[in-house]
Nanobody, 125 residues
Framework: QVRLEESGGGSVEPGGSLRLSCGVSGHTDGPFWMTWFRQRPGTEREAVAG?????????VYADSVKGRFTISLDNGKNTAYLLMIGLKPEDTGVYYC?????????????????WGQGTSVTVLS
């Protein structure tokens, strides 16, 4: 069983920064995707940033966050981070991390096997 736990959410002024963390525990061998999704008020869950690890890592971002968000893994591949700079009020929402072993479409929520409980981000307006 794999467990994910997010942390690092909070309230910031527009233009501010936050770094979210997603700790992974349990059986974690093999290639994987880890992706941050967010659910903004009144909208469906959307993928914002993903990282795939086989022997090395590669990242992908939603257009809405390119240049502002950076996803990364720690050396042990047990923690995923999402550094968010230049935050805007429309970035407000609950951010979830997800992990999957066989992900065909990184932006589909149903491609992932495990989810964290979410951490709330509020960008004041």
């Amino acid at each position: 069983q794999v467990r994910l736990e997010e942390s690092g959410g909070g309230s910031v002024e527009p233009g501010g920064s936050l770094r979210l963390s997603c700790g992974v525990s349990g059986h974690t061998d093999g290639p994987f995707w880890m992706t941050w999704f967010r659910q903004r008020p009144g909208t469906e869950r959307e993928a914002v940033a993903g990282v795939v690890y086989v022997h090395t890592s590669a990242t992908v971002y939603a257009d809405s966050v390119k240049g502002r968000f950076t996803i990364s893994l720690d050396n042990g591949k047990n923690t995923a981070y999402l550094l968010m700079i230049g935050l805007k009020p429309e970035d407000t929402g609950v951010y979830y991390c997800a992990r999957g072993a066989s992900v065909q479409r990184w932006d589909r929520w149903d491609a992932y096997d495990y989810w964290g409980q979410g951490t709330s981000v509020t960008v004041l307006s």
